[in-house]
């Protein structure tokens, strides 16, 4: 009887499984003065080529939320990236999950979007002495997000070609700087071989009433790495910066206003450590100074909208400072949250957004756990 359930477990988790290779070449924009041109070289940093190895699993309907998204496929990737500028930029790879969706699914063709998320690996980050040049990277590791729309054939019963394109992000959320990103737009062709023959999609009545309206709040909390470039220290610990924390509350409604989609309004609580920081020197070390607890508070406010994937959801809210301390040195007033979260159950969750502004510049990465109320309509 084991015996008979490890078989049967075994051909749950072959069915539907297919391997991918992918290849990619394509254009870095040019955000920083690194990428420009201001580098060893003396050379622009714009072009990337970059070759995948994925596996993946395609959904078939065991699900509601499988059926909702048209039956995709999702799974794990490996990566490797080359900026042709190994010396300063190093050979970076990246493990990362991925979900691939149709907007439109035809009897032999599919067009669909894709969003790839992980982390990154092996980058010549910034260093002072030996890698000045490099601001776009400040540490050996980074996340990496990739988003693109593409099309899937059938070439034969096994062997599908997959042609499209996707824009990267990488970045470390600010956690290390200076941290300006890396950005890219690149075409891509795949060749898939998929380890079963035919599909059969199951199709079910789905709910018609959407899930209950809700109230979601969380606490975050987070570091944020400041550089003291005025200071006269020792270069390599002038450049290893300040580590402040950063802290808050976030609140929102929600309403779901279709089987994927929920859009909300909402508040923000922030502390920041690093607002109106001042420094001193001891030892040849950077140690910071008490400053009022009050001027390092915000608040912000911002609309919503949630994308829900099953349990997982992908947030966007475009959000807007409405107090803060006034300073010079203020970010935009306008600033982007993206995040994800996992919900364990109806009420708990818990996840990570991203706080940037000028859409390209991380401020700080929001680490968070929540709890949610439901309420019927």
Same mark, same amino acid.
């Given at each position: 009887?084991?015996?008979?359930?490890?078989?049967?477990?075994?051909?749950?988790?072959?069915?539907?499984?297919?391997?991918?290779?992918?290849?990619?070449?394509?254009?870095?924009?040019?955000?920083?003065?690194?990428?420009?041109?201001?580098?060893?070289?003396?050379?622009?940093?714009?072009?990337?080529?970059?070759?995948?190895?994925?596996?993946?699993?395609? /959904?078939?309907?065991?699900?509601?939320?499988?059926?909702?998204?048209?039956?995709?496929?999702?799974?794990?990737?490996?990566?490797?990236?080359?900026?042709?500028?190994?010396?300063? *930029?190093?050979?970076?790879?990246?493990?990362?999950?991925?979900?691939?969706?149709?907007?439109?699914?035809? @009897?032999?063709?599919?067009?669909?979007?894709?969003?790839?998320?992980?982390? /990154?690996? #092996?980058?010549?980050?910034?260093?002072?002495?030996?890698?000045?040049?490099?601001?776009?990277?400040?540490?050996?590791?980074?996340?990496?997000?990739?988003?693109?729309?593409?099309?899937?054939?059938?070439? /034969?019963?096994?062997?599908?070609?997959?042609?499209?394109?996707?824009?990267?992000?990488?970045?470390?959320?600010?956690?290390?700087?200076?941290?300006?990103?890396?950005?890219?737009?690149?075409?891509?062709?795949?060749?898939?071989?998929?380890?079963?023959?035919?599909? #059969?999609?199951? @199709?079910?009545?789905?709910?018609?009433?959407?899930?209950? #309206?809700?109230?979601?709040?969380?606490?975050?909390?987070?570091?944020?790495?400041?550089?003291?470039?005025?200071?006269?220290?020792?270069?390599?610990?002038?450049?290893?910066?300040?580590?402040?924390?950063?802290?808050?509350?976030?609140?929102?409604?929600?309403?779901?206003?279709?089987?994927?989609?929920?859009?909300?309004?909402?508040?923000?609580?922030?502390?920041?450590?690093?607002?109106?920081?001042?420094?001193?020197?001891?030892?040849?070390?950077? /140690?910071?100074?008490?400053?009022?607890? =009050?001027?390092?508070?915000?608040?912000?406010?911002?609309?919503?909208?949630?994308?829900?994937?099953? =349990?997982?959801?992908?947030?966007?809210?475009?959000?807007?400072? *409405?107090?803060?301390?006034?300073? *010079?040195?203020?970010?935009?007033?306008?600033?982007?949250?993206?995040?994800?979260?996992?919900?364990?159950? #109806?009420?708990?969750?818990?996840?990570?957004?991203?706080?940037?502004?000028?859409?390209?510049?991380?401020?700080?990465?929001?680490?968070?756990?929540?709890?949610?109320?439901?309420?019927?309509?």
């Amino acid at each position: 009887m084991a015996q008979q359930d490890s078989l049967q477990q075994k051909e749950r988790f072959l069915k539907n499984l297919s391997f991918l290779a992918m290849y990619q070449a394509g254009y870095v924009f040019a955000t920083n003065e690194f990428l420009r041109g201001v580098n060893v070289e003396s050379e622009k940093v714009n072009s990337i080529q970059a070759i995948s190895l994925k596996v993946s699993k395609q /959904t078939t309907g065991d699900n509601d939320w499988e059926q909702m998204y048209n039956y995709p496929n999702w799974g794990l990737g490996f990566y490797i990236a080359d900026f042709d500028n190994s010396k300063e *930029i190093g050979n970076p790879f990246a493990f990362y999950a991925f979900i691939n969706a149709p907007f439109v699914r035809k @009897e032999k063709l599919t067009f669909n979007w894709e969003l790839g998320i992980g982390a /990154t690996f #092996n980058w010549k980050s910034y260093n002072p002495v030996t890698n000045k040049y490099n601001i776009s990277i400040g540490a050996s590791n980074s996340f990496y997000i990739d988003a693109g729309l593409n099309i899937n054939y059938p070439l /034969t019963e096994r062997i599908n070609f997959i042609g499209g394109f996707s824009l990267s992000h990488f970045s470390n959320g600010g956690i290390k700087k200076p941290n300006y990103g890396i950005n890219s737009i690149a075409p891509k062709i795949s060749l898939q071989y998929n380890l079963y023959d035919k599909l #059969n999609f199951k @199709e079910r009545q789905l709910p018609k009433k959407f899930k209950q #309206n809700e109230f979601a709040f969380s606490v975050f909390a987070g570091v944020k790495n400041v550089i003291f470039d005025s200071v006269n220290i020792d270069i390599l610990e002038k450049y290893e910066g300040v580590f402040f924390t950063v802290a808050g509350l976030n609140a929102a409604v929600n309403k779901q206003v279709s089987h994927k989609s929920k859009i909300g309004f909402g508040f923000s609580l922030s502390y920041d450590g690093s607002i109106n920081a001042q420094i001193a020197i001891d030892k040849n070390e950077l /140690t910071p100074l008490k400053t009022p607890f =009050k001027d390092k508070f915000q608040i912000s406010i911002f609309p919503s909208y949630e994308l829900v994937v099953d =349990k997982l959801s992908l947030i966007i809210q475009p959000s807007f400072y *409405i107090y803060r301390l006034k300073m *010079i040195t203020n970010t935009p007033i306008f600033y982007q949250r993206v995040g994800l979260k996992y919900h364990f159950n #109806n009420n708990i969750f818990m996840g990570l957004n991203l706080r940037a502004y000028d859409f390209h510049v991380s401020d700080f990465i929001e680490w968070n756990v929540g709890y949610r109320i439901l309420w019927k309509k």
